[in-house]
């Protein structure tokens, strides 16, 4: 990590390093395969001030509504040491808590660097792991390496240690109706509590212990049906485990992408913002728009240039590769020659194009000749 | 997605505007359909917050719940808009049709006419749903006591969200899912699930192109989303302080007013759109099988309408034998669909034709009066052979029907250099030379294709208290208890 640091720091320029928060892990899973961010995610970039500079503000926002039953609910599980958690774990899952602890380890006071957070975390979790102390563990700060750089996640999450082994508790807000959620978020969730799974066992290795005493089974804390009542579901993450694990050993290192960069690129908000954050080649997809800030305005570059990857993957899937518009359509009518290894596309792409055309020419003949 | 429609997607960027998927309209689009703009509060699972709603484009009712939080309030909300589905669904059955009796002598009727309900967006059908679920299992006395009209609405709302995920209904549309059938646009589909983006592309105001159109729609200050959920922004600067200046003055008020009207506000131009779209669809020809299914929409309201008052609410989990009959309609339906479509419509068939399931062109030779005389008895087999330009996948032997007229049927004999070669089995009449008209002649462009509407023969299922162990034994009976009436709405 130490020859790719300053670099990094240059890339960020003068603003303070942004943490890891569900919304990049996110990013991070749904399109690995994108330069872009992971340059700028590797930096701690703060995306969002650039995609607003650049004048394609990210349309994350929030309503104060969802804020504010969010925390309201956050609070009321935890209110008196977890009180209402408690309760669900034991009686609705059946578990056997004996005696409680609860530490949070969040910074109340006083502005700690996350390295001394992270150290926090390190030392009561060895001591938990060690002497089997402690029970419920609030905002611990994760690190986890991703693309050769460390990343810190905040989750809010607890780890929960019961029998010698570490579980992971999410709290969302979002409703549990008769036992079924809205899948989207059920999936989002299990990504998100996959990447800190993955971040505590990396963690309890370093203390020298076996990773396998952090589950993958975690806890999924919702309310219920219509009400404030909470509601925990077990969820196993192993297959979202598998996938992150795989993708993140798939990643291109950051210290090869910045290789390739020129030596005095900077994000600095200012006049050359823009050029600087084109030099980094993205990988926009339509599924970008819902976890990436940079995503609208890498929207508008894949649309200008023509490619097809903006229309989704499905499309590009269907035009066989095909990288722009242009070239399809190209192919379709016939106008430009295949290479051998577009032959098979192109031959797809023209029949659907004459089919298209007699299709259309048979039933709206006379509405076309009329408009002509 | 097929490559078909991923080409139109090209076209309708290079075009800078949709392009069509369809031919005809494959949906039915009544006289007075019932159109339902619904917002919710951000956050909650299903509070209401209001709902544009009407028959007319000049005739909008608007509901509001002043304080989204407040549970009598919600419950007022609700019992308005069952006064306003409950009217809807009396008002569209039409004339009763008497049918032959049953296998059983049975009295049979179907109504003339159902109601159909529109919203905008798989969003809004979601809404329904859960709003249906909210409201179903409340009792109409006792300490909870909601208004008689609110657990029929939540039974009718559970059976609209039901029938929208049957393949062909068309009790329940969302419209971007209506439109997204019959034209493609230059954007991915994700972001064809912005009705105001989607119409901006099939439709863009004058002197704007799709693309414009589209970019002007993410505007949500310009255009406000079509819900349910609404815009961040406008919860935070417009709706907070509206509801918190009504909490302080209460029912009545001049701030009650103005929460209405910033309300409406948002909702208004998405009720624009909604007969926008209509209209579009309502422009284009119906599809041959449209009345058919529109039927089968009809039998279902009739047969819900006539046992409602026998029936307990929806289950809140289907249980096993149910559940399964329930997947299995769906794929008949989706079977049968999805044949249909392409029967009506040639720019769907072409969908076929690329994949190989089915072919078209020119009758290169036609020998009609072919008889095969190898049997007991002599058989009408005239041979067809049919250029075509298309990449058949179908194997010599397969059972193919003309698209045009399904009834006829023939049996692929050898396929090859730019030609299929067919002998025709069926449906030229019962004597020894084909009625006229019939066996298409040399220069007639035909197709045939192998899909057929009834592939899907119906399963048997066993009865309710048949269910097998390994589904876990027959269900215990439903008996409605205090605590569905109790259920927190919050």
């Known amino acids: 990590m130490t020859d790719t640091a300053p670099d990094l720091d240059r890339l960020r320029g003068a603003t303070p390093p942004r943490n890891h928060d569900a919304r990049t892990i996110a990013a991070l899973t749904s399109n690995p395969g994108c330069a872009r961010r992971g340059v700028m995610d590797a930096a701690g970039v703060d995306k969002d001030a650039v995609a607003r500079a650049l004048g394609f503000p990210a349309p994350f926002g929030q309503s104060q509504f969802a804020i504010t039953r969010g925390n309201a609910f956050e609070a009321q599980v935890k209110a008196d040491g977890c009180a209402e958690l408690l309760t669900l774990l034991r009686d609705r899952l059946g578990l056997d808590v004996p005696e409680v602890a609860y530490d949070d380890l969040e910074v109340v006071a006083g502005n700690e660097g996350r390295e001394l957070r992270h150290s926090r975390t390190r030392r009561l979790l060895a001591r938990a792991l060690e002497s089997g102390e402690g029970t419920l563990f609030d905002h611990p700060l994760l690190r986890l390496e991703i693309a050769g750089c460390p990343a810190y996640l905040e989750p809010d999450v607890i780890a929960f240690q019961l029998a010698g082994r570490l579980h992971v508790i999410e709290i969302k807000s979002f409703a549990v109706v008769d036992g079924q959620a809205e899948p989207e978020q059920v999936a989002a969730a299990a990504r998100q509590s996959a990447v800190y799974v993955l971040a505590l066992r990396r963690l309890v290795a370093e203390l020298g212990h076996d990773p396998a005493r952090v589950s993958h089974d975690v806890f999924l804390v919702c309310p219920e049906n219509f009400s404030n009542r909470p509601t925990a579901t077990p969820l196993d993450v192993r297959p979202q485990l598998a996938v992150l694990e795989r993708q993140l050993a798939r990643l291109t290192r950051v210290d090869a992408l910045l290789a390739e960069l020129p030596a005095d690129l900077s994000f600095e908000i200012g006049g050359t913002l823009a050029a600087s954050v084109r030099a980094v080649e993205a990988r926009y997809s339509p599924e970008c728009l819902s976890g990436c800030e940079m995503a609208l305005f890498c929207r508008d570059e894949a649309r200008a240039c023509g490619a097809t990857g903006a229309l989704g993957r499905s499309v590009r899937d269907d035009l066989g590769g095909v990288d722009t518009v242009g070239t399809a359509l190209a192919l379709a009518d016939g106008s430009l020659e295949p290479s051998d290894d577009l032959a098979e596309t192109a031959e797809q792409l023209r029949a659907a194009a004459r089919l298209r055309a007699e299709a259309l020419g048979g039933a709206l003949g006379g509405a076309l000749g009329g408009a002509a | ?490």
């Open chain 2, 1 to 490: 997605m097929s490559a078909l429609s991923s080409l139109a997607r090209l076209q309708a960027v290079a075009a800078g505007a949709a392009q069509p998927l369809a031919t005809v309209r494959h949906c039915h689009i009544p006289d007075a359909p019932l159109v339902l703009v619904p917002l919710k509060l951000a956050g909650e699972a299903a509070a209401p917050l209001a709902v544009m709603a009407g028959s007319a484009p000049d005739d909008a009712t608007l509901l509001v719940v002043p304080q989204p939080r407040n549970r009598d309030l919600r419950f007022a909300f609700a019992a308005d808009l069952a006064e306003l589905v409950l009217n809807h669904i009396e008002t569209s059955r039409g004339e009763v049709e008497e049918l032959p009796p049953g296998k059983e002598g049975e009295k049979r009727i179907r109504y003339g006419d159902a109601p159909q309900l529109l919203v905008p967006n798989r969003g809004g059908v979601a809404f329904l749903r859960l709003m249906g679920r909210s409201t179903r299992f409340r009792s109409t006395d006792g300490p909870y006591a909601v208004d008689p009209a609110v657990p029929v609405l939540g039974r009718w709302l559970t059976w609209f969200a039901d029938r929208h995920d049957h393949p062909g209904s068309s009790l329940l549309l969302a419209m971007t899912e209506a439109l997204r059938l019959h034209w493609a646009t230059g954007q991915s589909s994700l972001e064809d699930g912005n009705l105001a983006a989607l119409m901006g592309w099939i439709d863009p105001p004058d002197g704007m192109d799709g693309p414009a159109a589209a970019a002007r729609a993410e505007d949500p200050v310009l255009c406000p989303p079509a819900g349910p959920t609404t815009d961040p922004t406008f919860d935070n600067e417009v709706l907070a302080p509206a509801i918190a200046a009504y909490d302080r003055a209460g029912r009545g008020s001049r701030a009650e007013e103005r929460l209405r009207s910033v309300l409406a506000g948002q909702l208004a131009p998405t009720w624009d759109l909604m007969w926008r779209a209509v209209g579009l669809l309502r422009a284009l020809p119906e599809g041959a099988s449209v009345p058919r299914r529109w039927e089968r929409d009809r039998d279902a309201f009739t047969h819900y309408h006539q046992t409602f008052g026998e029936a307990y609410p929806q289950a809140r989990r289907d249980p096993p034998v149910r559940a399964a009959r329930r997947l299995h309609d769906l794929e008949r339906a989706q079977d049968a669909y999805d044949a249909q479509r392409a029967f009506d419509d040639p720019l769907v068939m072409a969908e076929h034709r690329l994949d190989g399931r089915a072919f078209g062109g020119t009758v290169t030779e036609c020998d009609p009066a072919r008889l095969d005389e190898t049997g007991k008895r002599p058989k009408l087999r005239p041979l067809l052979r049919v250029g075509t330009e298309d990449p058949v996948r179908l194997d010599a032997g397969t059972t193919v029907c003309n698209a045009a007229r399904p009834a006829l049927k023939g049996r692929i004999v050898e396929i090859g250099d730019g030609s299929v070669l067919l002998e025709l089995t069926g449906g030229m009449g019962r004597k020894l030379t084909p009625e006229p008209g019939a066996v298409p002649r040399v220069g007639d462009r035909v197709c045939f294709t192998s899909l057929t509407e009834g592939s899907f023969g119906a399963a048997k299922f066993p009865d309710r208290e048949d269910t097998p162990w390994t589904h876990g034994g027959p269900p215990g009976e439903y008996a409605p208890t205090d605590e569905d009436a109790a259920e927190e709405w919050s």
